[in-house]
C-alpha cells in the first residue's frame, strides 16, 4: 500500500513540475491594454471596423494598426473610453446610418410567391414578386440581420430607426437588392429609387419612383444632382442637403431627413475642434 501511495505522490509531483515548466516555456503574453479595450466595446461582434470581432479590433488597436475611432456601433463614446486607456486625444466621431434607398410601398405582386419567406429566397424567383423588380421585396431579411433592434417592418416594408442605428453594415451585406447605403447622419437628402427604366414604365408600378423628369436637377443651386439612365443620382460632395429637390420631386423619390433627424437628435451635428478651427 505504501510504495503504492509514495509512486503515485511522485508521479503527482512529476506531472506538476512539468506543467509549470511548459506554461512558463509556452506562456502567451497578452497585453493588459488589449483586455481592457476589449472590455469597453459593445461586444457585437459586427465586423463594421473590418476585423473578425471586438477581440481583433482590440489587439489591433494597440498595436497600432487600427484607429480608436473604428468602432462604428461604439461611436463616439466608445473612442473617447479606448483613447482614456490608449492615453491619446480622441478625435469627433461623425455618426453614421443606414439609410433605405427605396420607397415603393406600395408596389403590387406580379405572381403569387409560395416559397420561403426571406428576401434572399424570393429573390430567386425571377428577381422576387414585386413588379419592381430591383425594389424591396418587404420580407424582413434586413430587420433580422439587425443586432441592434433599430430596423422594424411596418406593412411590409423595412424602417429604420435612426437614434438605435450604428451603421454596423449588416443590412447593406444581407439586402439581395443592395437597397441599403450607410452614410453620414449630415447628409439629409436622398433618392428613394433605385429603378432606371423609363419614368412611364415606373409610373405604372410605384408610384413613389423617379420618373427622370429632372425637376431635381434643374431646381439645384449646387449642380449637385443629376438624372443619370433615367434615374436621379445625388453628388454627396456637393450636395448641401438645403432639400429644394425633395420639394420639386413630383413623386416624392427623393426626401429629406431634416426633421426627422431633428426630433432625434441627431441633427444639427455637433463639429469636431478641428472643424471649428478650420473655421
Not at 27 to 53: F, I, M, Q, T, W
Request: glycine share 10%; proline share 4%.
Amino acid at each position: 500500500m505504501l510504495p503504492a501511495i509514495i509512486i503515485l505522490c511522485s508521479l503527482g509531483l512529476l506531472f506538476g513540475v512539468g506543467l509549470f515548466i511548459a506554461s512558463r516555456v509556452f506562456k502567451v503574453y497578452v497585453d493588459p491594454r488589449v483586455v481592457s479595450v476589449e472590455h469597453v466595446l459593445p461586444g457585437a461582434n459586427c465586423g463594421a471596423c473590418g476585423l473578425a470581432g471586438c477581440s481583433s479590433f482590440a489587439k489591433a488597436i494597440v498595436h497600432g494598426s487600427a484607429e480608436i475611432t473604428g468602432c462604428i456601433p461604439g461611436g463616439e463614446a466608445v473612442a473617447h473610453l479606448v483613447a482614456d486607456i490608449m492615453g491619446v486625444e480622441a478625435k469627433t466621431v461623425e455618426k453614421d446610418v443606414a439609410v433605405m434607398m427605396c420607397h415603393g410601398r406600395d408596389v403590387q405582386d406580379r405572381f403569387e410567391y409560395d416559397g420561403i419567406k426571406t428576401c434572399a429566397a424570393a429573390n430567386l424567383i425571377h428577381g422576387g414578386p414585386k413588379e419592381c423588380s430591383v425594389g424591396c421585396i418587404g420580407y424582413g431579411d434586413c430587420a433580422a440581420a439587425c443586432s441592434f433592434d433599430a430596423i422594424h417592418m411596418v406593412d411590409g416594408f423595412p424602417v429604420v430607426d435612426e437614434s438605435k442605428c450604428t451603421a454596423c453594415g449588416k443590412c447593406v451585406a444581407v439586402c439581395p437588392k443592395r437597397l441599403f447605403k450607410t452614410l453620414p447622419v449630415a447628409k439629409l437628402v436622398h433618392v428613394g429609387c433605385v429603378n432606371c427604366e423609363s419614368g412611364k414604365l415606373v409610373r405604372r408600378y410605384c408610384k413613389a419612383g423617379c420618373i427622370g423628369c429632372k425637376k431635381c436637377e434643374t431646381s439645384c443651386k449646387f449642380d449637385a444632382i443629376h438624372v443619370v439612365n433615367n434615374l436621379a443620382v445625388i453628388d454627396y460632395e456637393k450636395c448641401v442637403s438645403c432639400g429644394i429637390c425633395a420639394k420639386e420631386c413630383p413623386t416624392g423619390a427623393i426626401f429629406s431627413q431634416r426633421e426627422v433627424r431633428k426630433a432625434a437628435g441627431l441633427w444639427p451635428v455637433k463639429k469636431s475642434k478641428e472643424a471649428q478651427a478650420q473655421q
